[in-house]
């Protein structure tokens, strides 16, 4: 199979069986987003959806979460993992989106890596799901999926490498799902540890399968 049909094939695999992809982390606007993502980073999407609407009801925009300070924030996520910086981050978010931005959220990645706690992944993960722009987020699902199913070269050593190449092979128009479909088969199937490759219908696109698949459940 070469890399374009095995493109193809996940692409087929996913529009069927996961035709509309969505994040799991709960919001209904880009400010709870992006809040949201911010302290997703090295956290599960549950622990984030149990905090977020404490945080929601007490600060229900920018103007009000600006205007608080890290020491208001920490109890409210004390349970997320790096409390103390992203007390700092969400405090600093807002503020510059309330000087820099008018309040309202930027919706380019060159613009959000400015705010203090969005680095590259997340402002994709903004972009993408907002407004579906094509910008592909490399978590540590997608880095292992992709690698592991032979979508990207094993060269690929960082995740800005793993997301120009998966760029370069996706459709434009089907990127934003496509980092849904990673991160899910990565979150679900595809896991790091022991992968349920015998469920996976995934196994004849894929190189892992090819070479470790029978040793696996």
Known sequence: MTKKERYQFVVDYFSVHMPEPETELVYDNPYQLLVAVILSAQCTDKRVNLTTPFIF??????????????????????????????????????????????????MTVDELVTLPGVGRKTA??????VEKQPNMAVDTHVFRVSKRIGLVSQKASTPLAVEKELVKNIDASLIHKAHHWLILHGRYTCIARNPKCRECGLQQACLWFQKNGLHYN
């Not at 205007?67 to 807002?94: C, Q, W």
């Open 57 to 106: 009801e007490k600060y229900p925009d920018i103007t009000s979460l600006s205007k608080a300070t890290a020491e208001d924030i920490f109890p409210l996520i004390r349970s997320i993992s790096y409390p103390n910086n992203k007390s700092k981050h969400l405090v600093g978010m807002a503020q510059k989106v309330e000087t820099d931005f008018n309040g309202a959220i930027p």
């Open 124 to 129: 994709n993960v903004i972009t993408s799901v």
